[in-house]
């Protein structure tokens, strides 16, 4: 047993991993392509949390908004971040403020669930922070992009490679 838990078949398995979990995201991947595949919703503001993660473990941004009419947490995905005017809407919104989002109407189920709502428009007392246009604009590139798919193959090769240089060391 110990003879088949070695290191290059542990990488080998986890680059597999890897390159089916890209594959899927490639395929699966919701492309938001008009203002037609969007819904909006409107509540009262009552909290935000914004963070920017550093370090090997804690990487990413969570950006999450929460409205007074709704169970779940409503996400400003990373890709967005770059549209999203952050300190404005520190500085501005408050508890109680209306407030009015756009998402895809493909996460219509994930509303009052546990799940996350991924946001493409936030809109507070009538100023835009997060303008669905410019979300738009950034879904178009990315629905031309193949990275999943390069990722994903990354992956792989870097765990073949490893496994045959692991196979080989062995026999040596």
């Known amino acids: 047993m110990q003879k088949h838990l070695n290191e290059g078949n542990i ?14 995201q490639g395929i699966n ?10 819904t909006s919703v409107e509540g009262k503001y009552i909290r935000h949390t914004f963070l920017d993660n550093a370090g090997l473990k804690n990487m ?4 999450y908004i929460w409205i007074e009419e709704y169970s779940n947490k409503f996400q400003i ?3 967005y971040l ?13 508890k109680g403020d209306k ?12 509303i009052n669930s ?17 303008n669905k246009n410019d979300i738009l604009k950034i879904e178009a590139k990315l629905s031309k992009s193949n ?16 496994f045959v240089r692991h196979k080989i060391k062995r026999k040596n």
């Open 11 to 24: 990488i080998l398995t986890l680059g597999i991993l890897a390159f089916c979990y890209f594959m899927y």
């Open 29 to 38: 991947r919701d492309f938001i392509n008009s203002k037609k595949s969007l």
């Open 60 to 63: 990413g941004h969570e950006y």
């Open 77 to 79: 995905p990373a890709n």
């Open 82 to 94: 770059g549209a999203f005017q952050k300190t404005l809407f520190e500085q501005q919104v408050r």
């Open 99 to 110: 407030i009015s989002i756009s998402y895809a109407k493909t996460q219509n189920d994930k």
């Open 114 to 130: 546990n799940g996350d709502v991924f946001l493409t428009s936030v809109r507070v007392n009538g100023f835009t922070y997060l």
């Open 147 to 162: 990275s999943d798919y390069y990722i994903g193959l990354m992956y792989l090769a870097t765990s073949l490679v490893v």
